[in-house]
């Protein structure tokens, strides 16, 4: 199996700062890495495909980067419905793996 | 704009068999190129892949789960299913099922629906 290794596990942030989340997978992924939200209660959302590619419908303050074994999610300037937590995934190989998720607190 | 649904019994008893339907709509599960698959997550938790299966019919489990899963298809229903048998309170989970893709990632995610796992 694929691990991720995904930090900080929690990030103390408030409005308006750029944070930067980082995942390092075990080996390469030909940079099938994903990034998903997930607020309390509800499912995880879909924010960056393919290490950099923004899915339709997310606000372009969310970028993502990275190639390799190293990826990172970017948020530019937190609003605060981006208190949330945050998973990276691989999908280039069975078993899809997740990080072990960044919780963003203010 | 494509939904997923979870349904099934929110509580099962300790070895017993874990079964959820997952029903599509707003589009087919008939098209290239995706997979319809479980992932699982326990209360307070991250986030794990049970399984996937593409139209074509062929499955992929997570090793660590393999000998207790089926995923299975209905076309006819444009519906997708879970087993899980030989279920203990570590199966006690929200249970999402999605559509993927290995460029894409999981683009829709159903609601996620609590199986207890409780005698």
């Known amino acids: 199996d694929i691990q991720m290794t995904q930090s900080p596990s929690s990030l103390p942030a408030s409005v308006g700062d750029r944070v930067t989340i980082t995942c390092r997978t075990s080996q390469s992924i030909n940079n099938f890495l994903n990034w998903y939200q997930q607020r309390p209660g509800k499912a995880p959302r879909l924010l960056i495909y393919?290490?950099?590619s923004l899915q339709s419908g997310v606000p372009s303050r969310f970028s993502g980067s990275g190639s390799g074994t190293d990826f990172t999610l970017t948020i530019s300037s937190l609003q605060p419905e981006d208190f949330a937590t945050y998973y990276c995934q691989q999908s280039d190989t069975t078993p899809v793996t997740f990080g072990q998720g960044t919780r963003l607190e203010i | 704009q494509l939904q997923l649904q979870e349904s099934g019994p929110g509580l099962v008893k300790p070895s017993e068999t874990l079964s959820l339907t997952c029903t599509v709509s707003?589009?087919?599960?008939?098209?290239?190129?995706?997979?319809w698959g479980w992932i699982r997550q326990p209360p307070g938790k991250g986030l794990e892949w049970i399984g996937s299966?593409?139209?074509?019919?062929?499955?992929y489990y997570n090793p660590s789960l393999k000998s207790r899963v089926i995923i299975s298809l209905d076309t006819s229903k444009n519906q997708f299913s879970l087993k899980l048998n030989s279920v203990t309170a570590a199966d006690t989970a929200v249970y999402y099922c999605a559509r993927q893709g290995r460029r894409v990632g999981v683009d829709y995610w159903g609601q996620g629906t609590l199986v207890t796992v409780s005698s």
């Open positions: 707003g589009g087919s599960i008939n098209i290239n190129g995706y997979y």
């Open positions: 393919a290490a950099s």
């Open positions: 299966i593409p139209y074509s019919g062929n499955t």
